[in-house]
């Protein structure tokens, strides 16, 4: 257990629909990161929360957003869904405050969205 | 340009056997992290071993070791003594910026399947 939480773990949902995806971090990490793993795209970086702030963006959709709340979990929102959309959606966090030699980043079980 | 290849999609090693599963990886960054995380069918990512681009030995962690060859851009997984629990994804992915402080984004490959049979 690496004490990332995800909710839920399974989602089936409509195309066009909106769904939420939430993350609780290990305790005490302030840096959230959400991936999406897909068939086509592999695992690809959406976007990092540190301490509420966002840190960095990748291949994250328009129709994608992501906040990080003041008690440090996150969510992630998907809009008007497309089939493509279908994947298994990771959050990780990491400490990432002060020096460190590195900040390994601990993955929650995922989310494993099916748009039909 | 793909930052990680892993140019094995399947591997089969036999039980009790040792096996070594490839990476290679491109950046212009001189501070990296190495890192190589194991998908199990269930799903969820699991953390194995890290090497940071100053480490001078070779990362170890029990049965699994990182063969860091800098020179060649390689950051090969070897796993001894495999086991069945062993069969699974593995994925190798590097984290490009500072060395120090806030953690920033991975980038991975495209993973190995591993299957250890008996």
């Not at chain 1, 008690?71 to 405050?97: K, P």
């Not at chain 2, 039980?15 to 194991?38: I, M, N, Q, R």
């Amino acid at each position: 257990d690496s004490g990332v939480t995800q909710t839920p773990k399974h989602l089936i949902t409509a195309t066009g629909q909106r769904v939420t995806l939430r993350c609780s971090p290990r305790s005490g990490d302030l840096s959230v990161y959400w991936y999406q793993q897909s068939l086509d795209q592999g695992l690809q970086f959406l976007i990092q929360y540190y301490n509420g702030e966002e840190r960095a963006k990748g291949n994250i959709l328009e129709r994608f957003s992501a906040q990080q709340f003041p008690d440090l979990h996150s969510e992630l929102n998907l809009s008007s869904l497309e089939l493509g959309d279908s994947a298994l959606y990771f959050c990780a966090s990491s400490a990432g405050t002060g020096e460190s030699s590195y900040n390994e980043q601990f993955f929650g079980p995922g989310t494993r969205l099916t748009v039909l | 340009a793909q930052k990680i290849t892993q140019t094995q999609p399947g591997m089969f090693v036999q039980e009790k056997e040792a096996v070594t599963l490839d990476c290679t990886y491109d950046t212009s960054d001189p501070s990296y992290g190495l890192f190589w995380y194991k998908q199990p069918s269930s799903g969820e990512m699991i953390f194995l071993i890290y090497q940071g681009s100053y480490d001078q030995q070779n990362a170890t962690e029990g049965r699994y070791s990182l063969n860091f060859q800098k020179a060649r851009k390689s950051a090969n997984l070897v796993i001894s003594a495999s086991q069945l629990g062993d069969s699974a994804m593995y994925f190798c992915a590097m984290r490009e910026g500072s060395y120090t402080g806030t953690a920033s984004k991975l980038t991975f490959g495209t993973g190995t399947r591993l299957q250890v049979t008996l």
